[in-house]
């Protein structure tokens, strides 16, 4: 990490020909990486990145650089050219050296980097034996096993210095299964803000277990029927749909570009009284959780729709600059070669009243979606599409057959603000979110819910 005494001097420097606000992010990260695929390691990576990034804001323009070179001759080269992007008064802003106090905290039992890397190769061995012993039908097995360690600086002209050791762990098995012609995938994923002791609690073997139970599942399922019908998202199905269908909506760079169907609709109804949607990263163990943001932000909890109405947008300190308000803590980037944007952390949905049990026999007919895939969404006009990749027929309140290949599309708010049940459940999945050429790490959740009408893509019946 960079002397507080350097990280005063460079703030100076940065600020001397104009400029209201700058700060700096210093980042220090290992990563160990390995792949497995066709019964054998393809792929083991550990390595270590370092550097530092500068930013200069004057008005709403930013200046941005960095660099992995850490010697005083070099940072301040930096700051000096950043310091001629802007012309203009300067602001005098003290810098106190105020060390932020997060009130979350996490607590990490085992470094990843203490164990051995056999060990961690084992695991991803276990779990390929597991799904290839499943059924012959499991043609691909690939296993990917991640942890990284970040350690981040970051003091801004403001007078805060935030400093944090951020861990992460994560395991995800893909199974392909085949028979004749017909070929499915299977997918589970476990992870986040913890160290090695996720296994503790988590079995590798059970979720290459369920990934292949799912493949072999969709292997014999009948395609599934196209049309209009009832549709019930079990939480089990991950939060893809909150995080897809609204929160992307809800950052407000895009809201501000005018690139968001939520724009201008802070105390309207954007959803059913039933949804209430929040982002918060101060939830431990979680993958989108940290103890403050790339910006130096403390994490909070932010109500994003309150029983159906707008009540806020996800902010970094230039958006919120820009509208007057607060920022959220949701100032994120990927690395110290990226600027910090708004993006989501961990996003759900609230647990509503019902029980899960209750919300399936309310449906005569229908699709319950166990597990999502992958979708995209227009947050101009709100459209999305999203992939089902276990999904099954509901008969009489009952789940039924399984079916294959379906998919569901329809406009955010209308889904949202048609929902009529909202159960007590809540069921976290884990992913990468991608904008603007950065990946961040996230999770999203949601109940299990029931939207009285969807399209839902598979064949035509006639």
Excluded: W
């Amino acid at each position: 990490m960079v002397e507080h005494e350097l990280l005063s001097s460079l703030l100076k420097r940065t600020l001397s020909r104009g400029g209201e606000y700058a700060d700096i992010f210093v980042e220090r990260k290992s990563v160990t990486s390995i792949q497995l695929e066709d019964n054998r390691i393809e792929k083991v990576v550990s390595g270590v990145d370092c550097g530092v990034g500068i930013r200069l804001i004057s008005g709403y323009r930013t200046a941005y650089g960095f660099s992995n070179d850490f010697s005083e001759n070099a940072l301040s080269d930096l700051a000096l050219t950043l310091s001629k992007t802007f012309s203009g008064a300067t602001i005098e802003r003290p810098f106190d050296r105020r060390q932020e106090k997060p009130k979350p905290t996490f607590a990490i039992q085992t470094l990843p980097d203490g164990v051995p890397a056999g060990r961690k190769i084992q695991l991803a061995k276990a779990a390929n034996r597991v799904a290839r012993s499943m059924d012959s039908r499991i043609k691909q097995v690939m296993v990917a096993y991640l942890d990284s360690m970040q350690d981040v600086q970051i003091a801004t002209s403001e007078g805060t210095i935030a400093e944090d050791r951020r861990v992460h762990t994560v395991a995800a098995v893909r199974v392909i299964a085949a028979d004749g012609g017909i070929i499915q995938t299977g997918y589970e994923a476990e992870g986040g803000h913890i160290g090695f002791e996720l296994f503790d609690t988590v079995s590798i073997e059970e979720i290459s277990a369920r990934a292949s139970q799912r493949a072999i599942t969709m292997l014999t399922a009948r395609r599934a029927p196209g049309g209009r019908m009832p549709v019930i998202i079990s939480s089990a199905a991950g939060g893809t749909l909150i995080h897809e269908a609204i929160g992307h909506g809800l950052e407000a760079d895009l809201v501000q570009q005018g690139l968001s169907v939520f724009s201008h609709r802070v105390g309207m109804e954007v959803a059913s009284h039933l949804m209430t949607v929040i982002d918060d990263s101060t939830i431990p163990g979680k993958r989108g959780s940290s103890r403050f943001d790339d910006e130096g932000v403390l994490s909070r909890r932010t109500v994003l729709v309150d029983k159906g109405i707008l009540r806020g947008y996800l902010y970094d300190r230039i958006t919120a600059l820009r509208d007057g308000a607060d920022p959220t803590g949701n100032g994120r980037r990927e690395s110290y070669r990226h600027r910090p944007i708004p993006r989501m952390t961990n996003t759900f949905i609230a647990p509503g009243d019902s029980s899960p049990a209750e919300v399936i026999r309310s449906a005569s007919k229908g699709l319950f979606v166990k597990k999502m895939g992958g979708g995209q969404v227009n947050t101009v006009t709100g459209d999305f599409v999203f992939d089902v990749q276990e999904g099954y027929m509901i008969e009489n309140g009952e789940v039924g057959e399984p079916i294959r290949g379906a998919t569901l599309s329809g406009n955010g708010p209308d889904v949202l603000k048609s929902v009529d049940m909202v159960a007590s459940d809540l069921g976290f999945s884990i992913g990468t979110c991608g904008k603007d050429a950065q990946g961040v790490p996230v999770s999203d959740a949601m109940p299990t819910i029931r939207v009285p009408e969807m399209v839902v893509g598979g064949e035509v019946c006639v």
